[in-house]
């Protein structure tokens, strides 16, 4: 949406109005209720003073320092006196709407009106514990008029009176009536100022922004002596108008540099052409020499992609029997390797079959030694055997000679010494037959010792041919580890060749490869060179026409 800069100025006003209306509007209902609270804590005051008063009384009366009727008519004696603001009081009423206290219609007092609106919200508001209450009435000297009037209400309980003061609010209303008619006088003369002010300050800018525009047009149309206004109040608008000046200024000049450039453009027309021909004729003579340059260049690369292909085709060739080659090596020292594994291979199961054997001899060696322990404890025994039967013996040889000594003595004693000859013959017999069981045991002591000796020489010989045999074992196994030592070395050896005839047919196959892919860049190099000729043959007619043409543009 458009509108001109007057309209928008004057807007301004407008809306100061507005937003004043609105001021005013919220402190005149601040003001009014302020108005208001301040009657009421006016009156609030004074009924809480005129309670205070009551209740001394109250306090005189219970203490029986005054009776209670004393004490009531003191109290309104003291209350009817009193006035604030002019002619408001304050009054009494018991809880049977009886009149105790009213200081302008002393009639009135004792008079009971239960019907009366306004005594009963008085006796209402006292029994509730105290409130302001507002009702319509009378005032002294306005006639029938009704008038607000508004009260502050509290008991006096045991008397049973409600005790308040009253204020008429008219005056109330009066003040905010008076306060907010200046306020919207102050606030009308303000709005006139500010809308001639806000019309002479936009007529001003107006006329200067429409003149900016008729010197903008008329620079527009050429007129370059256009009048530009630069001195007016108004500082932004003098900006303006400089900048309208400086660009009629720069525009002058754009003008005068146009035309300046429309007669060098035609002087530099001729040279242009001039120097078209010089540069087609320089064209056609220095590509010319290159392209001749670049056809022996074409030829070498050419003869080049030939001898590479050459060179290429013999490398395949040996590298061909290379290969063959390789690949026989490459087997026979495969056959090695899987021979020497398989003689790796025996020679460990050799070594497992002596260390095996060895561990056998070993066993025999400990029990031949056994043996021969057992053996040599047997003719310990033996030799104790033959001790004890030596003994025997001498004991069998001394009981015989004591048997004979017996029947002598027996015989000597006659037919008495019967049954002692008797006994002593048999222990003769008896020692008879112990020499001859120690006779036979002693035989067959020397057979075993003549068995054990003879088994002491063979275990005796079994230990030296076992010690024979654990030493060709020893022998034996270090041989074979220096033979396993010796294989693993040649298999090691034949790894290791198999490593590099593998090494070589890798390197004879990159360089079949390399010969093969030479052959085939030497192909591509022939064909590159055959089709950079093609292409230089080209270059040159397209050169040579672009020259004719050039020549033809400096000519038109």
């Known amino acids: 949406m458009r509108f001109r800069v007057v309209t928008g100025i004057f807007s301004i006003p407008a809306i100061c109005l507005v937003v004043l209306l609105a001021i005013i509007a919220t402190v005149s209902l601040n003001y009014q209720t302020s108005l208001r609270n301040g009657k009421f804590e006016q009156i609030s005051h004074l009924t809480e003073g005129a309670v205070t008063i009551v209740n001394s009384f109250v306090a005189?009366?219970?203490?029986?320092?005054?009776?209670?009727?004393?004490?009531?008519?003191?109290?309104?004696?003291?209350?009817?006196?009193?006035?604030?603001?002019?002619?408001?009081?304050?009054?009494?009423?018991?809880?049977?709407?009886?009149?105790?206290?009213?200081p302008l219609s002393p009639g009135d007092v004792g008079k009971c009106n239960p019907d009366s609106r306004v005594r009963s919200m008085i006796v209402e508001a006292a029994k509730s514990g105290g409130d302001i209450i507002t009702y319509e009435t009378k005032k002294p000297g306005e006639g029938d008029k009704l008038i607000e009037k508004a009260a502050y209400v509290r008991p006096i309980t045991e008397w049973n009176w409600a005790l308040g003061?009253?204020?008429?609010?008219?005056?109330?209303?009066?003040?905010?009536?008076?306060?907010?008619?200046?306020?919207?006088?102050?606030?009308?003369?303000?709005?006139?100022?500010?809308?001639?002010?806000?019309?002479?300050?936009?007529?001003?800018?107006?006329?200067?922004?429409?003149?900016?525009?008729?010197?903008i047009r008329a620079i527009a149309d050429g007129d370059y002596n256009a009048p530009v206004e630069t001195d007016s109040r108004f500082i932004e608008i003098g900006d303006m108008g400089e900048g309208v000046l400086a660009l009629r200024d720069k525009s002058a000049q754009a003008q005068?540099?146009?035309?300046?450039?429309?007669?060098?453009?035609?002087?530099?027309?001729?040279?242009?052409?001039?120097?078209?021909?010089?540069?087609?004729?320089?064209?056609?003579?220095?590509?010319?020499?290159?392209?001749?340059?670049?056809?022996?260049?074409?030829?070498?690369?050419?003869?080049?992609?030939?001898?590479?292909?050459?060179?290429?085709?013999?490398?395949?060739?040996?590298?061909?029997?290379?290969?063959?080659?390789?690949?026989?090596?490459?087997?026979?020292?495969?056959?090695?390797?899987?021979?020497?594994?398989?003689?790796s291979s025996s020679i460990t199961e050799i070594n497992v079959q002596i260390s095996q054997m060895s561990n056998t001899v070993e066993r025999a060696t400990d029990e031949s030694q056994s043996a021969s322990n057992?053996?040599?404890?047997?003719?310990?025994?033996?030799?104790?055997?033959?001790?004890?039967?030596?003994?025997?013996?001498?004991?069998?040889?001394?009981?015989?000679?004591?048997?004979?000594?017996a029947t002598i003595?027996?015989?000597?004693?006659?037919?008495?010494?019967?049954?002692?000859?008797?006994?002593?013959?048999?222990?003769?017999?008896?020692?008879?037959?112990?020499?001859?069981?120690?006779?036979?045991?002693?035989?067959?002591?020397?057979?075993?010792?003549?068995?054990?000796?003879?088994?002491?020489t063979g275990i005796s010989r079994v230990s030296e041919t076992i010690e024979q045999v654990r030493s060709a074992s020893t022998a034996i196994a270090a041989a074979i580890e220096e033979q396993g030592a010796a294989t693993q070395e040649i298999s090691g050896n034949a790894n290791r060749s198999a490593d590099g005839v593998k090494e070589i047919s890798n390197s004879v196959e990159d360089t079949m490869n390399n010969a093969q892919s030479t052959t085939q860049e030497a192909d591509e190099l022939k064909s590159a060179s055959a089709e950079l000729s093609s292409r230089s043959s080209e270059l040159t007619q397209i050169i040579k026409r672009f020259s004719t043409d050039l020549l033809k543009q400096a000519g038109s």
């Open 60 to 102: 005189k009366a219970k203490s029986g320092e005054m009776s209670e009727a004393d004490a009531k008519a003191a109290a309104l004696d003291l209350l009817n006196d009193y006035r604030f603001d002019g002619e408001n009081y304050i009054y009494a009423t018991d809880y049977n709407h009886c009149m105790v206290l009213d």
């Open 409 to 456: 003595e027996a015989a000597r004693a006659g037919e008495a010494g019967k049954g002692f000859a008797v006994v002593a013959n048999e222990v003769k017999n008896l020692a008879t037959q112990t020499a001859k069981a120690t006779d036979e045991i002693a035989a067959q002591i020397n057979d075993i010792v003549d068995g054990t000796e003879r088994a002491v």
């Open 256 to 343: 005068k540099l146009e035309n300046d450039a429309a007669g060098l453009k035609a002087k530099s027309e001729k040279e242009r052409r001039e120097n078209i021909r010089a540069i087609a004729s320089k064209l056609e003579s220095e590509v010319g020499g290159i392209a001749g340059a670049l056809d022996q260049s074409v030829k070498r690369s050419n003869d080049l992609a030939i001898s590479m292909a050459r060179n290429a085709d013999g490398i395949l060739g040996q590298s061909q029997h290379a290969a063959s080659a390789a690949g026989e090596v490459s087997h026979s020292v495969d056959a090695v390797a899987a021979a020497t594994e398989e003689l």
């Open 374 to 405: 057992d053996v040599a404890g047997l003719s310990a025994t033996v030799e104790k055997i033959k001790e004890i039967i030596g003994l025997i013996n001498d004991i069998a040889g001394q009981t015989n000679l004591l048997a004979l000594n």
């Open 165 to 215: 003061a009253g204020v008429y609010m008219d005056d109330v209303q009066s003040e905010f009536v008076s306060i907010i008619t200046r306020i919207v006088i102050i606030s009308a003369i303000a709005i006139v100022i500010a809308g001639i002010l806000s019309w002479i300050v936009g007529t001003r800018i107006t006329r200067g922004i429409v003149g900016l525009n008729d010197s």
